[in-house]
């Protein structure tokens, strides 16, 4: 299992602010294809461009991270702040 | 370098944050502050709230690295970071950074890089509500990504 | 642009000021403040105080100009000035410059700019008194006159 | 007459902060040649490139300029506030 966090624009673009997902390991590549593989709202919000940054257990990775089982995952859209 | 970060829904004091800053941070000299107060009139209509979103934990370490990068920078002795979220009305203070060094240049520079970033690159996420009723997530600005480049 | 100059013996509120520049202001979105505080240990003996000599009429008159060489320069909105002259003791407050801007780069060297001038053309003398009961005028900084000539 | 005002270091140098002298118009080098002519003290304070700046009725002026009767003068040191 992983509990995936959404923030900001994504929340209203996908209706949820998190969720809990079945998971025997992978990557942040593998989570953002199986969330696009949901179609429609999942595949236009995550299309690969439109996610700035992805965060697991608490620490911003950059490009491909592995996600073990248990992790907090958090789905960025581009920082908007200050 | 004496670092603090705070993410939170209170208001916070200027003046009582400077003299604790300034007293902690000893022979400072030079103490440079940054106010960011939320703004009503940015667009056509008339703002009537922002709502500011943030990630927990994530936030205040993404802070807190970029104000330790800094640091290696500019011979700082304190750094104070003070960001707001939740609903603020316009005229409200969003954010608060000071920064304490024996020289002021360093404070300054320092204070305006961490601002760059702090608009760039710190998860925050801010939502217009309008006058009208209406609402709307606002969207990243390249104007502020330029600024921040200029550092690298 | 909002403009008050103010030199005297007495301390300054930094809250008290900023909050008061805000208000003036308007829509102003960013403040940038300074604070200059006496250091204690500039040199290999400490410091007892400082004491700040001006030309009155003179000096504010100076600093007037220069802040309004600064409007010419950036979109300021407000800008407030207070310095302090007579006896003052390491870590209490000597300079206050405030700058409020819709825009944090112009607030941010706008503040700077006129904390350069501050420091090497507005008429203040300042004479140190030190913990052994010696005393002595400050000479002239030449890294301050090249600080200012940055601008230039 | 003229009022002449002494600032910072120089009030030290030559032991007062003002004094009035008897004046029938002149110029800024008229001004500083007469004080230099005391000698001593007021030659050395006072010799060419020491003095950065003068003040005539409250305003800084640029090389040589015109003090009228009844002015204040102010003498001004290199400046060290801020």
């Not at chain 1, 595949?43 to 491909?64: C, Y």
């Not at chain 2, 009537?48 to 690295?65: D, K, M, Q």
């Not at chain 2, 608060?96 to 320092?110: G, I, K, N």
Request: aromatic letters at 8%; hydrophobic letters at 45%; charged letters at 25%.
């Amino acid at each position: 299992m992983i509990n995936v966090r959404y923030f900001g624009v994504l929340k209203d673009a996908l209706g949820l602010e998190q969720e809990t997902l079945d998971w025997q390991g992978g990557t942040t590549g593998d989570l953002l294809s199986r969330l696009r593989a949901r179609g429609g709202d999942w595949d236009a919000a995550l299309a690969p461009g439109k996610v700035f940054r992805l965060v697991v257990n608490q620490s911003i990775v950059q490009g491909e991270a592995a996600i073990p089982v248990g992790a907090e995952v958090g789905i960025l859209p581009p920082v908007t702040g200050g | 370098m004496r670092l603090s970060v705070t993410v939170s829904a209170d208001v916070f004091d200027l003046g009582q944050e400077e003299a604790r800053l300034a007293a902690e941070a000893g022979d400072a000299g030079a103490v440079v502050a940054f106010v960011g107060r939320v703004r009503g009139q940015d667009g056509p209509v008339a703002l009537a709230s922002l709502f500011l979103e943030h990630y927990p934990g994530v936030t205040e370490s993404e802070i807190a690295r970029i104000a330790r990068e800094a640091a290696t920078r500019w011979p700082l002795l304190a750094c104070r970071v003070v960001h707001r979220v939740g609903h603020l009305r316009p005229g409200e203070g969003i954010v608060l950074v000071l920064m304490a060094s024996s020289h002021r240049q360093a404070a300054f520079q320092a204070a305006e890089y961490l601002m760059d970033y702090l608009k760039t690159q710190a998860p925050f996420w801010k939502r217009e509500c309008f006058a009208d009723g209406s609402e709307r997530w606002v969207e990243a600005k390249t104007s502020d990504d330029d600024a921040c480049r200029r550092w690298s």
